[in-house]
């Protein structure tokens, strides 16, 4: 089969590979439910001496919509703005004390390069605010923040506001090379002789045009088949991915329900929701065919995240400058950190290798955490992820560590939903990680919050979310 032809390095084949991680159900249909709230326990605070504390006042985001459905006339910095208005709204922040605005994103409308500028602009903070604009792939948002938390924690600001936004409806579409380079020559040309020389090298092919890349740049592979291949080294199941995507869906349904997604601030009269909450079943979701690898693939439409425009936004502060304007914070941010892998055959497995290291740098355990929230791209990838970290044999041949990391419960794993069912904004979905690890935190009464996430490139990143004392 071909799903089994580019093995893990130093494993003599794949199959030996998978026969590692045979197939072990996950129960994911049996926690449709969301956990019950838990008791608030008196653990340790992780404050450092001599360093700011750094805290999330709040943060919002327009509904995540398909691609292609109600933002599709609009350009990525409307999105952004409107997740500045709604942060400003949620917030009443005087726009005035925001030291600096930092926003994520991963595929740039070429007039709004800089959309963090644009749409702080457009939503009416000063120009003498500075903004920029950080690329990272599916963690562009969750560096923005980390950026911020930087400068806060170094002094250098009080007042950040960090974000993301993608707007996949309306990518660049380029002309091919060979026509850029003519039309850029024939800007040049100063002569009509010259002109017509140049218009004489044209070909009709020239006018083929460039696509924005789906895959890796490294390894010419898209995502959905590096997912499928990981899905079959680490022998997970189409029914385990399909079990996991309905369960997304409809956790994320009944939390919509309940109210319980309540940083989503309305786009415009009739857009209030998120549209691609879908629950389906495991019946219907059988039916469809691989996406990537054909006809033995197991990733589908139904068990993977789909393309979506929004946008996200978030007020952090320092500690003492939230409390002197009379805020009650929502949540610290803690330790974080960034990873990366071989881009080939661990593109995904970011959450993995980071999960541990940001426990260990924060002196905590998987025991400590009340609050997981992942970004799901693929069933498969969550899933692949869930049994790597649960081998003690992949811990010591390829993270160098002699025990394993350890299965995250699933009955507090991504409670609200996740990327499957909520949504996935390349640029945006760090900030919402973080908000429902806070918000969650509040709701189910614990303290500490894990949030991670894969990325292209092989990337990936943790952060440790502490709620704060009611």
């Given at each position: 089969m071909t799903i089994l032809t580019y093995p893990f390095k130093n494993l003599p084949t794949a199959s030996k590979w998978a026969l590692?991680?045979?197939?072990?159900?996950?129960?994911?249909?049996?926690?449709?439910?969301?956990?019950?709230?838990?008791?608030?326990?008196?653990?340790?605070?992780?404050?450092?001496?001599?360093?700011?504390?750094?805290?999330?006042?709040?943060?919002?985001?327009?509904?995540?919509?398909?691609?292609?459905?109600?933002?599709?006339?609009?350009?990525?910095?409307?999105?952004?703005?409107?997740?500045?208005?709604?942060?400003?709204?949620?917030?009443?922040?005087?726009?005035?004390?925001?030291?600096?605005?930092?926003?994520?994103?991963?595929?740039?409308?070429v007039k709004t390069s800089n959309v963090a500028r644009e749409a702080a602009l457009g939503a009416g903070f000063s120009d003498k605010t500075p903004a920029h604009t950080v690329t990272m792939a599916c963690i562009s948002a969750n560096q923005a923040m980390t950026t911020g938390v930087g400068l806060i924690a170094s002094g250098q600001c009080d007042v950040i506001v960090a974000g993301g936004v993608e707007l996949m409806s309306d990518v660049p579409i380029r002309h091919s090379r060979k026509m850029r380079k003519l039309m850029l020559d024939l800007n040049k040309a100063k002569s009509m002789g010259q002109r017509l020389s140049l218009i004489s090298k044209f070909r009709f092919n020239f006018l083929a045009p460039e696509l924005p890349a789906v895959s890796e740049f490294s390894t010419s592979e898209t995502m959905g088949h590096s997912a499928d291949r990981l899905a079959a080294a680490f022998a997970v199941s189409r029914l385990e991915q399909d079990e996991y995507a309905l369960r997304s869906h409809s956790l994320a349904k009944k939390a919509q329900d309940e109210g319980l997604l309540s940083d989503v601030v309305p786009f415009k009269v009739p857009v209030t929701k998120d549209n691609g909450i879908r629950p389906s079943s495991l019946e219907q979701m059988a039916k469809l065919k691989p996406a990537f690898i054909k006809p033995y693939g197991t990733v589908t439409a139904a068990n993977s995240s789909f393309l979506t425009d929004g946008a996200s936004a978030m007020l952090i502060m320092a500690e003492e400058k939230a409390l002197a304007m009379g805020y009650k914070p929502k949540a610290y941010l803690r330790d974080f950190m960034y990873v990366s892998q071989d881009p080939k055959?661990?593109?995904?497995?970011?959450?993995?290798?980071?999960?541990?290291?940001?426990?260990?740098?924060?002196?905590?355990?998987?025991?400590?955490?009340?609050?997981?929230?992942?970004?799901?791209?693929?069933?498969?990838?969550?899933?692949?992820?869930?049994?790597?970290?649960?081998?003690?044999?992949?811990?010591?041949?390829?993270?160098?560590?002699?025990?394993?990391?350890?299965?995250?419960?699933?009955?507090?794993?991504?409670?609200?939903?996740?990327?499957?069912?909520?949504?996935?904004?390349?640029?945006?979905?760090?900030?919402?990680?973080?908000?429902?690890?806070?918000?969650?935190?509040?709701?189910?009464?614990?303290?500490?919050?894990?949030?991670?996430?894969?990325?292209?490139?092989?990337?990936?990143?943790?952060?440790?979310?502490?709620?704060?004392?009611?």
């Open positions: 590692r991680f045979s197939i072990r159900p996950l129960s994911c249909s049996s926690q449709l439910r969301a956990a019950p709230a838990v008791q608030t326990k008196t653990k340790k605070t992780l404050a450092k001496p001599n360093i700011r504390n750094v805290v999330v006042v709040d943060g919002v985001r327009t509904p995540f919509l398909l691609s292609g459905t109600s933002y599709k006339d609009l350009m990525p910095h409307d999105l952004a703005r409107a997740a500045l208005t709604g942060l400003l709204h949620r917030t009443s922040v005087p726009k005035e004390v925001v030291d600096y605005i930092i926003f994520g994103t991963v595929i740039q409308e055959d661990q593109l995904l497995l970011g959450p993995t290798y980071a999960t541990p290291k940001v426990l260990e740098k924060a002196g905590l355990t998987m025991n400590d955490i009340d609050a997981f929230e992942f970004h799901e791209a693929f069933s498969g990838q969550i899933l692949a992820n869930f049994k790597a970290m649960d081998s003690d044999w992949f811990a010591e041949n390829y993270m160098g560590r002699k025990t394993k990391v350890g299965l995250p419960p699933l009955e507090k794993f991504n409670n609200w939903g996740g990327s499957l069912s909520l949504g996935h904004p390349f640029g945006a979905t760090g900030c919402r990680l973080v908000m429902a690890a806070a918000n969650r935190l509040r709701k189910e009464g614990g303290q500490y919050g894990l949030v991670a996430a894969c990325a292209a490139g092989g990337q990936g990143h943790a952060m440790i979310v502490e709620a704060y004392p009611k």
